[in-house]
Nanobody
């Protein structure tokens, strides 16, 4: 059974940094595409960034480019989300998700329905 579990959220001041981790288990790590989504109060869950373990390619939404970096460690079956220059609008619950389906169109990896496995979420709060 595939499982994903996040850790590393917290409270930080604007301009600060946080690193989130997501550990996956159940299948070979290189079979996953893993992603981070976030959901702010009263808003829909939105795509942040994704990492394809087989090859290491990444995909990010425009609002985090240049500030957030996703990376993977095959040996630990873990992906990391390094978040720098955090802004109050980054405040949300951050969810890790995984899929073993290799979609041909990168757009699909930005959609919540594309992922079969989800973590419980971790709160990130950025104070102004």
């Amino acid at each position: 059974q595939v499982r994903v579990a996040e850790s590393g959220g917290g409270l930080v001041q604007a301009g600060g940094s946080l690193r989130l981790s997501c550990a996956a288990s159940g299948r070979a790590f290189n079979s996953y595409t893993m992603a981070w989504f976030r959901q702010a109060p009263g808003k829909e869950r939105e795509f942040v960034t994704a990492f394809r373990s087989n090859g290491g390619s990444t995909l990010s939404t425009d609002s985090v480019k240049g500030r957030f970096t996703i990376s993977g460690d095959n040996a630990k079956s873990t992906v990391y989300l390094q978040m720098n220059s955090l802004k109050p609008e980054d405040t949300a619950v951050y969810y890790c998700a995984a899929t073993t389906i290799s979609y041909s169109n990168n757009y699909y990896f930005t959609q919540t329905w594309a992922y079969d496995y989800w973590g419980q979420g971790t709160q990130v709060t950025v104070s102004s």
